[in-house]
T-cell receptor, first 111, second 113 residues
Framework: QKEVEQNSGPLSVPEGAIASLNCTYS??????FFWYRQYSGKSPELIMS????GDKEDGRFTAQLNKASQYVSLLIRDSQPSDSATYLC???????????FGTGTSLTVIP | DVKVTQSSRYLVKRTGEKVFLECVQD?????MFWYRQDPGLGLRLIYF???????EKGDIPEGYSVSREKKERFSLILESASTNQTSMYLC????????????FGPGTRLLVL
């Protein structure tokens, strides 16, 4: 079983809609959770981090964490064409300081 | 401002050549990582380092070696490049505290002919 799993997509949403990206992880001792955005041909850039159960909002982005269900999600409100990218979920397990990345979900926002 | 730089954005090499990819970070981070990224396979960890002269194998170390002589610099070496090592190579760094994220360099797209 993979450490971090994401639906590969592609996910398409119309401009102005809410995009919902989901991620599950297998290691119960995972402590920190991150969402990265990666444009085609570019490197990943951090957009959200979350450490506690519940929601964390930053502008149009909301990260949601449920440790009991081992589930983390990213909501993008009022989606824009510039949000079209691949979104990577990452989990940090304190022991060993390793990060585990999902394979990414490709999002396309249609004007 | 956080900065991770990589020596080349694009490289074209011949099969059998020795290839050096360099990564430098200016954040005084202790941890440094080398990944390769291929379509459909996501990010795969090649090697990482917790400290100067320390290295640990990741998930796919075969065909690669690394060097970390200074804290800010982490080099990836392909001893004898092969066509299946054509990929995007990404360097990252972080501090060991649990909540620290990884910061990525711009990536090197390597083509082995």
């Amino acid at each position: 079983q993979k450490e971090v799993e994401q639906n590969s997509g592609p996910l398409s949403v119309p401009e102005g809609a809410i995009a919902s990206l989901n991620c599950t992880y297998s290691d119960r001792v995972s402590q920190s959770f991150f969402w990265y955005r990666q444009y085609s041909g570019k490197s990943p850039e951090l957009i959200m981090s979350i450490y506690s159960n519940g929601d964390k909002e930053d502008g149009r982005f909301t990260a949601q964490l449920n440790k009991a269900s081992q589930y983390v999600s990213l909501l993008i409100r009022d989606s824009q064409p510039s949000d079209s990218a691949t979104y990577l979920c990452a989990v940090n397990v304190n022991t060993g300081n390793q990060f585990y990345f999902g394979t990414g979900t490709s999002l396309t926002v249609i004007p | 401002d956080v900065k991770v730089t990589q020596s080349s954005r694009y490289l074209v090499k011949r099969t059998g050549e020795k290839v050096f990819l360099e990564c430098v970070q200016d954040m005084d981070h202790e941890n440094m990582f080398w990944y390769r990224q291929d379509p459909g396979l996501g990010l795969r960890l090649i090697y990482f380092s917790y400290d100067v002269k320390m290295k640990e194998k990741g998930d796919i170390p075969e065909g690669y070696s690394v060097s970390r002589e200074k804290k800010e610099r982490f080099s990836l070496i392909l001893e004898s490049a092969s066509t299946n090592q054509t990929s995007m190579y990404l360097c990252a760094s972080s501090n060991p505290q649990g909540r620290e994220t990884q910061y990525f360099g711009p990536g090197t797209r390597l083509l082995v002919l």
